[in-house]
Structure formats: C-alpha cells, structure tokens
Nanobody, 114 residues
C-alpha cells in the first residue's frame, strides 16, 4: 500500500489547511487511518484517527480545530485544520492499517507563521 500525503504549506496563524492522504488501494478495504505530526527532535504525535466505519478520534489538545474525514470513493482521508497556530508547525504523516499491517506515507510539511 502506498500513501501519499499532500496539502501542506506555509500559512499565517489563524488560517486553515486541508491535508489529504491518498491510498493506492481502495480505501473501503483500509482499516483505521491516523494522522501524526512530528516536530524535529521530538516524538511523533498522534493527532487524529478515523476508523473504517468513519468514527473520528482526536488528541485532546487538538479537539475543536482538527477534523478528520474519509472519502472511500476517492480513496482519501482528509485532515482539516482550522485556526492554525505556530505550534502546529510540523511534518504531518498519515498511517493506515491494511490487511494486518500498518503503512506510512511520506509526510507533508505544515509551517505556520505568526
């Protein structure tokens, strides 16, 4: 399985971004998909996840600003980030569970300027 994350960029604080994680297989056959983020020198942090049935879950500190969704018809999971803060600056990675294995995509850089 290949995962392609995209949608990152440079944005001012208060702005929004929508990140996409496109899978090379039918998303309807993929289990839980997770978005992580990582700041250089720090551990990767789980930001949000969504089950195969579409149930979302979020890190407590990110609730209210992050929204995860999946479009099985487009084989894509999205992460909408609103009210961006400089501390959201990180590389964002998606991870998908498929046939008893976890797969990672390359990250997409999000940089928030103050």
């Amino acid at each position: 399985v290949q995962l392609q994350a995209s949608g990152g960029g440079l944005v001012q604080a208060g702005g929004s971004l929508r990140l996409s994680c496109a899978a090379s297989v039918s998303m309807s056959s993929v289990g839980t998909v997770k978005w992580y983020r990582q700041v250089p020198g720090q551990q990767r942090e789980l930001a949000a996840s969504i089950t195969s049935g579409g149930i979302p879950n979020y890190a407590d500190s990110l609730k209210g600003r992050f929204s995860i969704s999946r479009d099985n018809a487009k084989n894509t999971v999205y992460l909408q980030i609103n009210s961006l803060k400089p501390e959201d600056t990180a590389v964002y990675f998606c991870n998908a569970y498929y046939r008893y294995n976890g797969y990672w995509g390359r990250g997409t850089q999000v940089t928030v300027s103050s």
